[in-house]
């Protein structure tokens, strides 16, 4: 695992914080809908808790980082996968969405932030391989002017956004990337519809971007920091859709401040559930990089 963090101290995680459960915390909330899991031993279910809150708080931070990317970076990103999340491009929730997700407010509004992360991902790498600068900057009257600029540098420049989740949630997708006004032009983005149920479905779906040699480059993997720190690294471990050898990037998006502990304690908790509850997550995480760098950040417009 690359990082270009600093980990967070054992005692932080394993005592908790204001953005961490403890890790006895989690194992005694996992233990208690889950009786069961005890029989792994409590070392090895705490082992596993802390590595994902490990993960987890690295990728918040991270998710807070100016998004920079290197030229060989970009050059060798071909795909950008998307996991689908909450509500839709214009509602906070939509019908479909677990209802207990519903009462809480800060976890609405995540696939629109998980395609808006996409879609700057790829202004940038297309901006980064072009050479030019950034194309969203301009006076505020010649806003479609600016998005028209940065649809056409995406269209001969960018990598592909390729998306998944429920049938309701890639038809809305597909909705929205077929509007104007928006800058990723439609034969950048490849949506996979299928009757999909759990996030290990979304690995059992994915499929490289159409563009020649997309399989021998690399893939960003866009969802938000405990989502990516919890269940994603470690199902991808199980399933591994990609090329041998192949390392993935992860781009995370940031929890709203106010649900960052609960967020962690939920992906914890539930990593547990998909490695010994429903078998779709390895014990360990696959090997990630990260896609953000240190450096100077950019203005940035919502798809």
């Known amino acids: 695992m690359t990082t270009s963090l600093q980990a ?6 394993y005592l908790g914080s204001e953005f961490l459960p403890s890790v006895d915390e989690v194992y005694q909330s996992a233990i208690g809908e889950h009786p069961e899991f005890v029989e792994h031993g409590e070392d090895v279910l705490k082992g596993i808790i802390f590595g994902a809150l490990e993960r987890i708080d690295q990728l918040e931070e991270e998710a807070r980082m100016p998004l920079t990317i290197s030229p060989e970076t970009a050059e060798n990103v071909e795909t950008i996968w998307i996991f689908s999340g909450t509500g839709s491009y214009d509602e906070r929730f939509k019908p479909e969405d677990n209802p207990r997700l519903q009462v809480t407010p800060w976890l609405g509004g995540m696939d629109r932030a998980r395609l ?3 879609a700057r991902i790829a202004r940038k790498i297309a901006e980064v391989r072009s050479g030019q600068a950034d194309v969203t900057r301009g006076p505020l009257g010649d806003f479609e002017s600016r998005i028209e600029r940065t649809r056409k540098l995406i269209a001969e420049f960018g990598p592909t956004i390729v998306y998944n989740g429920y049938l309701v949630e890639t038809r809305n997708a597909e909705d929205v990337l077929g509007r104007d006004g928006l800058i990723i032009p439609a034969e950048k983005a490849k949506i996979l519809h299928a009757d999909l149920k759990f996030t290990s479905d979304q690995f059992t779906n994915f499929e490289y ?4 040699g997309a399989k021998i480059k690399d893939v960003v993997i866009v969802s938000h920091a405990p989502h990516l720190g919890g269940r994603i690294t470690n199902i991808a471990k199980k399933y591994d859709p990609f090329t041998e050898g192949s390392v993935p990037y992860l781009s995370p998006v940031p929890t709203p401040v106010e649900g960052r502990r609960e967020f962690a304690m939920m992906e914890a908790r539930g990593l547990l559930w998909y490695i010994y509850g429903k078998g779709d997550a390895a014990g360990a995480p696959h090997t990630y990089r990260l896609l953000t760098q ?3 950040g950019s203005n940035s417009l919502d798809i």
């Open 8 to 13: 967070p101290s054992n005692e932080q995680i």
């Open 116 to 118: 808006s992360h996409g």
């Open 209 to 212: 971007a159409d563009t020649p």
């Open 294 to 296: 240190p450096g100077l």
